[in-house]
């Protein structure tokens, strides 16, 4: 959060900070590198949890929120940048020119943020998650991505990016997301009775 409070240009939309066009007239899309998901055995040590969580607490709540909105929306940005780029790069350039935003046009009530498509023209519904913190940060989903998820298993992906601010890496995660991480209510709807 104090790198981000002295580079605030970072969670600038991804197509204010491109230097300018290519050669060609045409913007060049980044690739994005993305790797397997985390294991076990890269846990990370317990008091580095602890500093973490103490720092965490001493942040204004709503400013923390808009920070985050800000960076989900740059992770989108990327990701979206990325789909466009890997199609392009695999000759799908109609399918690269057919991707949508969804979370941007419609809301965030999809269960997913791009709709995008693999090189043989399949749905590809991909959810980002993105934190400046290690591949292991917690991050959050809703009850709606995961319905979704299980509705749509063969087509919903979950593209998680960390270490944004920084050096942004990736890696996806597919249903049934139970077999990856472990999830926790952090929250409950109170209804009168």
Do not use: C
Not at 50 to 75: I, P
Not at 133 to 146: C, S
Not at 154 to 161: A, C, G, I, Q
């Amino acid at each position: 959060m104090r790198w981000l409070d002295r580079h605030p240009d970072w969670l600038a939309p991804f197509a204010r900070r491109a230097t300018g066009p290519a050669p060609s007239g045409l913007r060049e899309e980044p690739m994005l590198w993305i790797g397997p998901p985390p294991t076990h055995s890269n846990a990370p040590p317990p008091d580095e949890l602890e500093q973490m969580t103490a720092l965490a607490r001493k942040y204004d709540v709503a400013e923390r929120d808009a920070r985050n909105r800000a960076l989900g929306r740059a992770g989108e940005e990327l990701v979206l940048a990325h789909e466009r780029a890997s199609l392009r790069a695999a000759g799908r350039t109609d399918l690269a020119e057919r991707i949508r935003w969804v979370s941007q046009r419609e809301g965030d009530g999809a269960g997913y943020d791009i709709l995008s498509f693999d090189t043989a023209g399949r749905d590809r519904l991909i959810e980002v998650k993105t934190t400046n913190g290690w591949e292991r940060t917690p991050f959050h989903i809703t009850r709606n991505e995961l319905a979704v998820a299980e509705e749509r298993r063969s087509d919903w992906h979950l593209v998680r990016l960390w270490n944004f601010a920084r050096a942004p890496k990736a890696f996806e995660l597919r249903p049934p997301l139970e077999a990856h991480v472990s999830l926790m209510a952090t929250s409950f709807q109170a209804s009168l009775l």
